[in-house]
């Protein structure tokens, strides 16, 4: 593995460890510490995953992107932004990531931790409505990758809070309903720990469809053509690139 690669993928394992370590612990935080109820709230937890997604893009998006998520990774594949091979590395990255960070929830608070925080559907939720609900939160957030991070011409400091924050909404506006997971990854990881498997596919139908009709809108109908070969290939704004402030 080229050495280049070799540190994407090791930030990408990073980064998805933390969006998952820190949304499990923001929801299993009231039963693990025995706090009266109510102090967890869909805010709380919005938030956590938001900005914990924020401050990793800004770390890490030099390195790798920052996708921490594969349906992003998807998009980026999809449309050409980046070989199937090198999308392969970053879902294995972000699958193990999620997954360490599973293992270490179950080891230090147990397994009631992990799947508490799985992502799961409501009671009454049926299948089909959960994908649609992933597929349109997760479409809006690969549509503000690619329009921050990814197009030129948007201000290059943005992006970290913007992607954050669109997680946050999204989680804020189906998280009652699906989990709002967003992301396989974020699906994936707790339920290999727990065993939490009901409604899986959920959490890659619809991410993996939202991401991708996030990425061709914008790629085809939104973006400026010919975009620079460093964003082609790099997956996100070059240090190197003048762009606005």
Not at 103 to 111: E, I, T
Not at 174 to 187: D, E, H, V
């Amino acid at each position: 593995m080229p050495g280049n690669l070799s540190q994407s993928a090791i930030a990408e394992a990073i980064g998805t460890f933390a969006l998952t370590f820190a949304g499990l612990l923001a929801i299993s935080a009231g039963n693990i510490a025995g706090a009266p109820e109510g102090t967890v709230s869909l805010a709380t937890v919005a938030f956590a995953h938001g900005l914990t997604i924020a401050v990793m893009v800004a770390a890490m998006g030099a390195v790798s992107g920052g996708h921490f998520n594969p349906a992003i990774t998807f998009g980026f594949v999809s449309t050409g932004r980046m070989p199937v091979s090198m999308g392969a590395v970053y879902w294995a990255a972000q699958i193990a990531g999620a997954v360490v960070a599973g293992l270490l929830v179950s080891a230090l608070f147990g397994a009631e931790a992990v799947r508490e925080g799985t992502p799961a559907l409501a009671n009454g939720i049926p299948p089909g409505a959960g994908i649609v609900a992933e597929a349109v939160a997760t479409f809006f957030l690969v549509l503000v990758v690619f329009g921050t991070a990814v197009d030129k011409r948007a201000p290059k400091s943005v992006f970290p809070f913007a992607i954050g924050l669109t997680i946050t909404l999204g989680i804020m506006a189906i998280g009652p309903i699906t989990g709002g997971a967003l992301n396989p990854a974020r699906a994936f990881g707790p339920a290999l720990v727990s065993g939490a498997w009901a409604d899986h596919l959920v959490y890659w139908i619809g991410p993996l469809v939202g991401g991708l009709l996030g990425a061709f809108v914008d790629h085809y109908l939104l973006m400026e053509r010919a975009p620079t070969r460093t964003i082609a290939e790099h997956g996100g704004p070059s240090p190197s690139e003048r762009r606005a402030a």
